[in-house]
């Protein structure tokens, strides 16, 4: 069966070549960047919620009103390693329960007693860092498709988001989802970094692009809105096609200030889900890696590589059989730290390479190659976000690939009549007679 990954860089021993390397880890890859030189993600007592996001599907006899929902949040390492004791399951998971000075809950709407997070999976951590992330999954039996004609809403809650995030830190947090089973049985799923930086003096014009996976852009568009982001005036903007735009106000004298957004995405045809993300605005200034080029090696035998040259908004195309291989390239001009690459969730089955290349110069950039070979049920948009970062945790910003993965096109025949003499007669593809 086909799984997902994760990925991690790892720190690079004295004596090793001054490239990231990146380790594959079995279950879901997203991933995060590093924060361990910026101090701002808070170490002390205060709150530990880092991101999250939850979606949704139906499941068992389809006659039945049963989903699954699955949560996935971040939180602060340290404050976990001394509140939370983790537990190893049967199959071998590391779980933890979750609490907080308002217990985190899932509430589905319909007056049966909330879920808490008792049994998180950790997929990921570092104490260097100071974040995990879990995922937890809960299964629901609703009475009714919905609720009297209108959607199940779904809530998860609680307190309190990291200190020093400028709009709402320390404070609860809250999003919700709508689920109405007469309409859709299965909700699109929101593919993220959980930290995402940005550059300060870039407030003219969007800087990233949320991304979402699960829909056929040729059966329903995805549309994008604001959530709560406890702010007036709002610190960014969100465009329907979710491009984010950084506004400010900007007031850190550390070169660095956290937000965060919130988001929520919907289709013509299901309800909107929603994420929490950690926004780092970095000015001018400071050094930080740059995006330099995506390059399309393979994937079909009737397509042609593509260099993409719109880091703003690139997209590949894949086909079932054919394996894709797109590579990403960046670097920091004249930097004394290493240069690598922070990947977000991959399509199930993709994998990335480790980084080669040094990354100190435009003509040497860092590389890292994704490898994907797609199945036929994964027609549709398989997104995969990734960052260029450097071993001391400043990045460039978000980008975010689209994989839409296409129908292999159908073998066509071709039937002609030559002469003797080699001349064409005939041709049944649409030659014409000779």
Request: a negative charge; charged letters at 15%; hydrophobic letters at 40%.
């Amino acid at each position: 069966a086909m799984g997902s990954f994760w990925a991690m860089r790892l720190r690079r021993p004295a004596n090793a070549p001054s490239h990231a390397l990146l380790l594959i880890l079995c279950v879901t890859i997203f991933f995060t960047v590093s924060l361990a030189a910026v101090d701002t993600l808070d170490r002390g007592d205060g709150g530990h919620f880092r991101y999250a996001t939850m979606f949704w599907k139906k499941t068992g006899d389809m006659e039945s009103n049963t989903v699954e929902f699955t949560l996935e949040s971040a939180w602060r390492y340290s404050y976990g390693k001394q509140h939370f004791v983790p537990q190893v399951t049967s199959a071998g998971d590391t779980v933890v329960k979750i609490n907080g000075a308002v217990t985190p809950q899932v509430d589905f709407g319909d007056s049966s007693p909330p879920q808490f997070l008792e049994a998180g999976k950790i997929t990921a951590f570092s104490e260097t860092e100071d974040w995990f992330l879990a995922e937890e999954v809960f299964t629901h039996t609703f009475a009714t498709p919905n609720n009297r004609g209108m959607p199940w809403r779904v809530a998860f809650t609680g307190c309190c988001r990291v200190t020093g995030v400028t709009n709402g830190g320390d404070g609860s947090f809250s999003m919700s989802m709508d689920v109405d089973l007469l309409t859709a049985v299965e909700s699109i799923r929101i593919v993220s970094l959980p930290v995402v930086f940005l550059l300060r003096q870039d407030m003219t014009s969007p800087q990233f692009k949320l991304a979402t996976s699960g829909s056929d852009p040729r059966l329903e568009s995805v549309m994008w809105e604001m959530g709560n982001v406890n702010a007036d005036p709002a610190p960014v903007a969100l465009d329907e096609t979710g491009k984010v735009t950084f506004l400010g106000p900007y007031t850190s004298t550390t070169g660095y200030q956290l937000f965060h957004l919130q988001a929520y995405a919907r289709t013509t045809t299901r309800a909107a889900v929603p994420v929490d993300i950690i926004l780092n605005a970095t000015s001018r200034g400071l050094p930080r890696p740059q995006w330099s080029a995506v390059t399309q090696l393979f994937n079909h035998p009737y397509t042609s590589p593509l260099s993409i040259t719109n880091l703003d908004d690139f997209r590949a195309a894949a086909y079932p059989g054919f394996p894709l291989q797109v590579q990403f390239a960046g670097f920091q001009a004249e930097a004394l730290s290493s240069i690598g690459f922070t990947v977000g969730r991959l399509p199930p089955g993709a994998f990335v390479s480790t980084v080669s290349g040094m990354g100190h110069r435009i003509e040497d950039p860092a590389h890292l190659t994704l490898h994907f070979n797609p199945c036929p049920s994964q027609r549709g948009i398989m997104p995969a976000c990734l960052d260029v970062t450097d071993s001391e945790g400043v990045a460039a910003t978000q980008k975010c690939l689209e994989i839409h993965v296409e129908p292999d096109p159908p073998p066509s025949l071709s039937l002609s009549l030559f002469h003797a003499d080699g001349s064409c007669e005939w041709n049944c593809g649409g030659g014409g007679g000779g």
